[in-house]
């Protein structure tokens, strides 16, 4: 767990976990510089919790995913799950995570992502779930989207993802508002390139969203998939080039460093793959910004290179292929692009 100022909403998450029909092992908390009574909450709490708790002070401030990652790398059970200050958690959700990775059948799996109700300050359920396209799967190594990353309330992982591979360089996020190298971020990337990732689609968790919640996620009404794609332009695609590119070095730094039999080789497999997707972004943008030859050219090539289709991870797919193939016929339908 990481904190900082949460004291507001501290305590109901604590003894949701301290309520778990299976106990967690342990936990590590990290504070990040708290001026408010958490440091004070924790220690009422440690005095009678089920489980052993510490509190740890960072020397100086490292931010949300740095505090998080150096937490995860203090503890010592084999299977790590992050916990938010301000969630709570529902009483199953370590139980059913480790009932549905007994009952699996892939040996690989190195992190567990559910869903969970995105509630009020109150607690009161808003209507939403996150993910809301969550389902029962187990999805192999590179067998997501290099964009793609799970929310971390909703994530465990191994801890081997922490304890055996440094916490630099990492890759970074698309969003750069906050912190370009979340925690979350960083223990997806490291699972879809290492290993495989079970799913649930089952809500183990209430996602508390209010005024002083740290990320915009599911604050507000989610932007319609058609109007979002349509306002995405060169900029955007630009911008994720640079971030695939930044990911494939880390990945190539780390693949030299790698301490696990066989994870330096997947971690240059995910090198290549981010900077091939990079290479596809560029060209991309060229659907948004170029000329109408330019425009033409881009998708020929794109489809040619199978960007659209064929290399799983690196391609962009079907959807993305029929808006750039409008974009290159009715530019105008485009020319309001925002990003």
Same mark, same amino acid.
């Given at each position: 767990?990481?904190?900082?100022?949460?004291?507001?909403?501290?305590?109901?998450?604590?003894?949701?976990?301290?309520?778990?029909?299976?106990?967690?092992?342990?936990?590590?908390?990290?504070?990040?510089?708290?001026?408010?009574?958490?440091?004070? &909450?924790?220690a009422?709490?440690?005095?009678?919790? #089920?489980?052993?708790?510490?509190?740890h002070h960072?020397?100086?401030?490292?931010?949300?995913?740095?505090?998080?990652?150096?937490?995860a790398?203090?503890?010592?059970?084999e299977?790590?799950?992050?916990?938010?200050?301000?969630?709570?958690?529902?009483?199953?959700?370590?139980?059913?995570?480790?009932?549905?990775?007994?009952?699996a059948?892939? #040996?690989?799996?190195l992190? &567990?992502?559910?869903?969970?109700?995105?509630v009020g300050?109150?607690l009161?359920?808003?209507?939403?779930? &996150?993910?809301?396209?969550?389902?029962?799967?187990?999805?192999?190594?590179?067998?997501?989207?290099?964009?793609?990353?799970?929310?971390?309330?909703?994530?465990?992982f191994?801890?081997?993802?922490?304890s055996?591979?440094?916490?630099?360089?990492?890759? #970074?996020?698309?969003?750069?508002?906050?912190?370009?190298?979340?925690?979350?971020v960083?223990i997806?990337?490291?699972?879809?390139?290492?290993?495989?990732?079970?799913?649930?689609?089952?809500?183990?968790?209430?996602?508390?969203r209010?005024?002083?919640s740290?990320?915009?996620?599911?604050?507000? #009404?989610?932007?319609?998939?058609?109007e979002?794609?349509?306002?995405?332009?060169?900029?955007?695609?630009?911008?994720?080039?640079?971030?695939?590119?930044?990911?494939?070095?880390c990945?190539?730094v780390?693949?030299?460093?790698?301490?696990?039999?066989?994870?330096?080789a997947r971690?240059?497999?995910g090198?290549?793959?981010?900077?091939?997707?990079?290479?596809?972004?560029?060209?991309?943008?060229?659907?948004?910004?170029g000329?109408?030859?330019?425009r033409?050219?881009?998708?020929g090539?794109?489809?040619?290179?199978?960007?659209?289709?064929?290399?799983?991870?690196?391609?962009?797919?079907?959807?993305?292929?029929?808006?750039?193939?409008?974009?290159?016929?009715?530019?105008?339908?485009?020319?309001?692009?925002?990003?």
């Amino acid at each position: 767990m990481a904190t900082y100022n949460g004291g507001r909403h501290l305590r109901a998450q604590l003894e949701s976990i301290a309520g778990q029909s299976l106990l967690p092992a342990e936990l590590q908390i990290g504070d990040d510089g708290s001026t408010d009574d958490s440091a004070e &909450i924790v220690a009422d709490f440690a005095r009678t919790a #089920p489980f052993p708790v510490a509190f740890h002070h960072n020397a100086e401030r490292l931010g949300y995913g740095g505090n998080f990652l150096a937490a995860a790398s203090r503890c010592s059970g084999e299977w790590v799950a992050f916990s938010d200050q301000d969630d709570v958690w529902l009483p199953d959700k370590l139980e059913a995570c480790a009932e549905a990775l007994r009952l699996a059948s892939d #040996p690989d799996i190195l992190m &567990i992502a559910h869903s969970a109700v995105i509630v009020g300050d109150d607690l009161a359920p808003t209507g939403g779930r &996150i993910p809301a396209d969550i389902r029962d799967e187990i999805r192999g190594r590179l067998g997501h989207a290099l964009s793609w990353s799970h929310y971390g309330f909703a994530q465990l992982f191994r801890r081997d993802l922490v304890s055996r591979i440094p916490l630099s360089p990492r890759v #970074p996020t698309v969003f750069t508002d906050i912190d370009p190298y979340p925690h979350d971020v960083w223990i997806s990337a490291l699972a879809n390139v290492l290993g495989s990732t079970l799913h649930l689609a089952k809500d183990l968790c209430l996602y508390r969203r209010h005024d002083r919640s740290l990320t915009e996620t599911a604050k507000g #009404p989610a932007q319609a998939p058609l109007e979002a794609m349509r306002v995405t332009g060169a900029s955007h695609y630009r911008h994720v080039a640079s971030v695939c590119s930044e990911a494939a070095a880390c990945f190539e730094v780390q693949a030299g460093q790698a301490a696990q039999a066989g994870w330096s080789a997947r971690m240059e497999d995910g090198a290549v793959a981010y900077r091939r997707l990079a290479a596809a972004l560029e060209l991309r943008a060229r659907v948004y910004d170029g000329a109408a030859v330019a425009r033409f050219g881009a998708v020929g090539r794109l489809a040619a290179g199978r960007g659209y289709f064929g290399l799983g991870a690196s391609s962009f797919g079907l959807r993305a292929f029929a808006k750039d193939l409008s974009a290159a016929f009715l530019p105008s339908a485009f020319a309001g692009a925002q990003r």
